[in-house]
């Protein structure tokens, strides 16, 4: 199981590569607006967020509806490709694709932690940020020709699909015992939990969608700036594979810190923004305000909420959903008429995720003693 797995998230980070890097250039080269473009993309962040209340109004978590979001993967992948000079066409294939990337990682985050648990996690996951880069570094050769990224994305997602499949068939039981669970999150009760989650993800909205802009823009070449993307990478790799021993530890006091170093990151690319080797020491953060901030937190969910599936779920909607799309929104807005501010507000963020987890973690020691008195 641990080998299908790594073979997943190697194919799955791949394809968000190809989405991520490659596809709005694809969409520039065939003559779509910055608006358009954003418009395309804003829509499967949205989806992901929608996604997990359709499972609360009464879709099933099972190995239909999983093998249901591989078949739609699959056919919005070879859609695109029917749908480059329409922007409704190409909305609707991003939706689409968007639908099925959010419904399937969740339920293989499930299975990994089932199989592997904490501390093996990130040995395994680690081979999704090797695909990421690796695509990066084969692809950009073959940009001139915008239907080699297109033939990349069908084949990926194909690949997925496939290893998708052969994992849920074999962890059949592991899914179909998410059906026996009851829903008990509440995002209401357990409002300072969710929102410090989502918080952190809103301030990571200036780094994904500004920071090539925002270093170029202060004097340091694209050479460098690509350097300080790859090396961010490889710290996540690096991270992932040996975090096992700190998942051991407190996972909620891991939440707490990797949120208050990542404001100190933001902070520093905010004081120093052309400083290079500051930015490379910011970038070295990203394995704790990434790599170990997601491991803990999927972690925590996994532990915490009986029906794990449905916590995955909405973990992937509500902060890589909800929260990336916000955080774009405010990062665009922010650098458009207060440019040198942008990193300062994405501090004030993360320090307001710190401080939520910790109420969170308040509130949970008052809940303790007052069961054990």
């Known amino acids: 199981m641990s080998l ?28 779509y607006s910055a608006s358009d473009i954003g418009i395309i993309f804003a829509a499967a962040p949205l989806v992901r967020f929608i996604v997990p209340f359709a499972f609360i109004k009464g879709l099933k978590i099972n190995i239909v509806s999983f093998n249901i979001a591989l078949l739609i993967m699959v056919l919005s992948a070879l859609s695109f490709y029917f749908s480059l000079e329409s ?25 990994s932690l089932q199989y592997l648990q904490k501390e093996r996690y990130g040995k395994i996951r680690l ?10 570094l084969v692809l950009v050769k073959f940009l001139e020709d915008s239907s080699m990224a297109l033939l990349y994305l069908l084949v990926l997602t194909f690949i997925t699909a496939l290893f998708g499949h052969i994992i849920a068939r074999k962890a059949s039981t592991v899914l179909e015992k998410q059906i026996e669970h009851i829903n008990d999150i509440s995002l209401l009760k357990d409002w300072k939990l969710w929102l410090g989650l989502t918080l952190m993800q809103v301030s990571f909205g200036s780094f994904y969608n500004f920071f090539t802009i925002y270093t170029t823009d202060h004097g340091v070449t694209l050479d460098i700036t690509i350097y300080l993307w790859t090396f961010g990478v490889i710290v996540e790799i690096f991270m992932l594979y040996f975090q096992g021993a700190l998942l051991r530890k407190n996972l909620l006091l891991i939440l707490q810190l990797t949120t208050f170093i990542t404001a100190i990151r933001w902070f520093l690319l905010f004081a120093f923004p052309n ?19 997601h491991s803990a937190a999927i ?19 509500i902060t890589y959903g909800f929260g990336a799309f916000l955080g774009a929104l405010m990062a665009g807005y922010i650098y458009e008429l207060y440019p ?34």
């Open 127 to 136: 081979f999704g940020s090797v695909g990421f880069i690796l695509v990066a």
């Open 340 to 373: 040198s501010y942008l990193f300062l507000s994405a501090t004030f963020i993360a320090l307001m995720a710190t401080w939520f987890l910790y109420l969170w973690g308040v509130s949970q020691r008052g809940l303790s003693s007052q069961q054990s008195g």
């Open 4 to 31: 299908l797995l790594a073979i997943f998230y190697f194919f799955y980070f791949s394809i968000i590569g190809v989405y991520i890097i490659f596809l709005p250039k694809v969409l520039s080269m065939a003559g």
């Open 299 to 317: 972690s925590y969910l996994f532990y915490f909420y009986k029906h794990k599936a449905l916590a995955q779920q909405f973990f992937s909607g």
């Open 87 to 111: 922007f409704y066409k190409l909305l609707l294939s991003n939706i689409a694709l968007g639908v099925g990337l959010s419904v399937v990682l969740p339920y293989v985050e499930v299975i």
């Open 275 to 293: 400083n290079v080797g500051m930015l490379f020491f910011s970038q070295s953060m990203h394995a704790l305000s990434f790599a170990l901030f």
